[in-house]
Structure formats: structure tokens, C-alpha cells
């Protein structure tokens, strides 16, 4: 199930969700509102599964950044979000998707007991310029059924995200690159 808005305000009230910074007048009827932090990576050259991706890092300007087509870039969402109750969903939203920017397909699920600044996998279909803290995207909590596994007591590579991370699948394959 969804949490409501309201739920979610209550949630974090409560202290079973965290979100900071936290603004209220971001709740909308089933979703938080979350915005774009102020750095990007652009991944250079040709990605390898086997070998850590090189990337570019940059401090997205007041005045904004232009993505171009073609291009990988890893972003961060400006706030912490988090909850040992409730899963995540994070997706762009219909502003987004109608500048043809395509935020976060790959991987919107965080699960239990993950509290990140999610790392965000942005590809443009035409220049788009984009601003840090505007909002990029909606955040919605789901209860869940079952016994909870927090995702920070689990052995998996990215529970201590502190921000952009690049793709660590390379930890997977021991051969490395063939």
C-alpha cells in the first residue's frame, strides 16, 4: 500500500520516515516531492560492467547545467531520505519527463533501512537545462508484508551511500574486464 501525504507527514512526525531537509509544502496526495541535489557526474568514455566507470564531477551552477543527448549522468537528490519501516519507490515526474529528461528507470527501489541520498541515473532526449533544488521527481513509501530486514544490516555494496556512487557491479565479476 501507499502511504497518503498526510500518512507521510504523520510517518515522519513520528520519526518512522526521515527526510531532510524536510518541507511540508512538498507532500502532494500520495508522493513527497524531492529535488535535484548540486552535483553531477558525467560518465566518461565507454561504461565496462567488469571496471569501475571514470567520470567527470561537477558542481551544477545557479545559473543551471545543459545535459546533452547522448550522455550518462549520475546525480544525487538533494535530501536524506529514509525509513526502517517503510520501502521507497523514486521516480521522475511528468515535469521531467515532458523536458525529455529520463531520471531513475533503472532503479527506484530502496529498500528498508536504507537512508541515502539516492544516486540518480539522468539521460536527456534533447539540451534540457536543469537547476540545483528544482524538484525532479516524487518519493512515495509502501508498507511492506513480512518480517523487515533492514537494507543497513545486509552485506550489500551500496548501504553506506553517502551520495553519488558509480556502478560497482565490477565487484561481481572476478575475471574484471576480458
Not at 498526510?6 to 513520528?14: D, E, G, Q, T
Not at 508498507?143 to 557491479?169: M, N, V
Request: net charge neutral; proline share 6%; glycine share 10%.
Amino acid at each position: 500500500m501507499i502511504l497518503t501525504g498526510s500518512a507521510i507527514a504523520a510517518a515522519v512526525s513520528a520519526g518512522e520516515i526521515a527526510i531532510a531537509p524536510y518541507d511540508p509544502a512538498r507532500l502532494s496526495p500520495n508522493a513527497y516531492d524531492w529535488r535535484l541535489g548540486d552535483t553531477i557526474r558525467i560518465c566518461d568514455g565507454d561504461l565496462d560492467a567488469a571496471a569501475p566507470t571514470t567520470f567527470t564531477e561537477l558542481v551544477i551552477p545557479a545559473s543551471g547545467l545543459v545535459l546533452q543527448p547522448g550522455v550518462l549522468y549520475l546525480g544525487v537528490t538533494l535530501e536524506k531520505t529514509g525509513s526502517e519501516t517503510y520501502a521507497q519507490l523514486l521516480n521522475g515526474n511528468r515535469t521531467i519527463g515532458a523536458l525529455g529528461i529520463w531520471v531513475h528507470v533503472s532503479a527506484p527501489l530502496g529498500h528498508q533501512g536504507h537512508a541515502i541520498r539516492w544516486t540518480l541515473e539522468i539521460r536527456a532526449a534533447k539540451p534540457a537545462r536543469v537547476y540545483p533544488g528544482m524538484t525532479f521527481g516524487k518519493l512515495v513509501f509502501l508498507t511492506t508484508l513480512g518480517t523487515p530486514a533492514s537494507y543497513q544490516q545486509q552485506r550489500a555494496k551500496y548501504a553506506a551511500t553517502h551520495g553519488i556512487d558509480i556502478s560497482r557491479l565490477y565487484e561481481e565479476i572476478p575475471q574484471g574486464a576480458l
